[in-house]
């Protein structure tokens, strides 16, 4: 059965990034407890964190997913957000590992604001939010 969209496109319920690692113990944490996103499937070998009603993070372990955990990270998890400042303070407090800190100061000039973290596994973690929209 064809659902198309007055667009044409098809629907799409949610939306999974998979990250892989060698062992889920320190991102569970991340993710769980540091950024306190919801964990709403867990298969041992792999868990789902809930960043909004629809999108989510997979945390996966090599072992037994579709791809291998590898020194070089190609992808970067970014979330807008309103609460900019909130989520830097934390954080900050939690002991993340910030790699480029937010800068109000440039909010101004720039088409975003934004900070960079790199979860245990070392793949960047971004929070950001639109100055200008264009």
Do not use: C
């Amino acid at each position: 059965m064809d659902t198309q969209t007055e667009s044409g496109t098809l629907p799409v319920n949610a939306q999974v990034t998979f990250l892989y690692y060698k062992d889920l113990a320190a991102p569970e944490h991340f993710y769980g407890e540091q950024l306190g996103f919801e964990k709403t499937f867990d298969k041992g070998w792999v868990k789902f964190f809930r960043i909004t009603a629809h999108s989510y993070v997979g945390l996966v372990d090599e072992a037994k997913g579709h791809h291998k955990a590898s020194d070089a990270k190609a992808v970067m998890v970014s979330m807008e957000t309103p609460e900019l400042e909130a989520w830097y303070e934390r954080m900050q407090q939690s002991g993340a590992e910030i790699v480029v800190h937010y800068d109000p100061a440039k909010a101004a000039e720039q088409m975003v604001s934004t900070f960079l973290m790199r979860d245990p596994g070392g793949y960047s973690v971004e929070f950001f939010r639109f100055n200008k929209r264009d």
